[in-house]
């Protein structure tokens, strides 16, 4: 099964809300990535955690505040957004993240709208 | 990250005609992709080619990595080809990097 899921599919969310946004694969994939994307820009990456510990973090601000439970779950705290942090959210899993072997495969995306 | 640059960055087709998108990268790749993203987001795996040559249906990709370019063919398109096609390239650095993009449009 090469599928990753995230929830929820929207979001609308107030600049003093907290939510979260989770992921899931059961690939057993051992690494798992963060992007963000706002409008018809690439996906950038934020965070990657790799055996469950954090490896890079792509100087992203404190309000996004990544954890990841175990090897199959992975979530994204979120905490007096602004909205310029309104966009498309997406997970990726891939086996390991340091390797010369690394295919990603992605989730469909929370849509993140920050009033 | 590496750079990557893609080409062209939009594409109008007719249905079933040919088409070719290029990327080039800055760097040497350990990992590079390809992914078509459909209207709602989701990114789909087209493919996994570091170097060589695959075919999947009416998708294939070449990538010359000493060459540091990659090659996606869409033969016979369809309207459901239609979308934003990414190429991605991860360097000694393990970060995947996408291009801008190629948006395709087919028409009926």
């Known amino acids: 099964d090469t599928e990753v899921t995230q929830t929820p599919k929207h979001l609308v969310m107030g600049m003093t809300n907290k939510k979260s946004l989770k992921c899931e694969q059961h690939?057993?994939?051992?690494?798992m990535y963060w992007y963000k994307q706002k409008a018809k820009k690439p996906p950038e990456l934020m965070f990657v955690?790799?055996?469950?510990?954090?490896?890079i973090n792509e100087s992203v601000p404190s309000r996004f505040s990544p954890e990841c439970p175990n090897s199959s779950l992975l979530n994204l705290h979120l905490h007096a957004l602004q909205p310029e942090d309104s966009a498309l959210y997406l997970c990726?899993?891939?086996?390991?993240?340091?390797?010369?072997?690394?295919?990603?495969?992605f989730g469909p995306g929370t849509r993140l709208t920050v009033l | 990250g590496i750079q990557v640059e893609q080409s062209p960055p939009d594409l109008i087709l007719q249905e079933g005609a040919n088409s070719t998108l290029r990327c080039n990268f800055s760097?040497?790749?350990?990992?590079l992709q390809w992914f078509h993203q459909n209207p709602w987001g989701q990114l789909i795996n087209l493919f996994y080619?570091?170097?060589g040559t695959k075919q999947n249906g009416r998708l294939s990709a070449t990538t010359v990595a000493t060459e540091r370019y990659s090659l996606l063919y869409i033969s016979s398109s369809q309207t459901t080809d239609s979308g934003v096609y990414f190429c991605?390239?991860?360097?000694?650095?393990?970060?995947?990097?996408f291009g801008a993009g190629t948006t395709v449009t087919v028409r009926a």
């Open positions: 955690y790799s055996y469950e510990k954090l490896s």
């Open positions: 990726a899993s891939s086996q390991v993240a340091i390797s010369s072997y690394n295919e990603q495969f």
């Open positions: 760097d040497s790749v350990n990992n």
């Open positions: 690939m057993g994939h051992r690494a």
């Open positions: 080619i570091p170097s």
């Open positions: 991605a390239g991860e360097s000694n650095d393990y970060k995947l990097s």
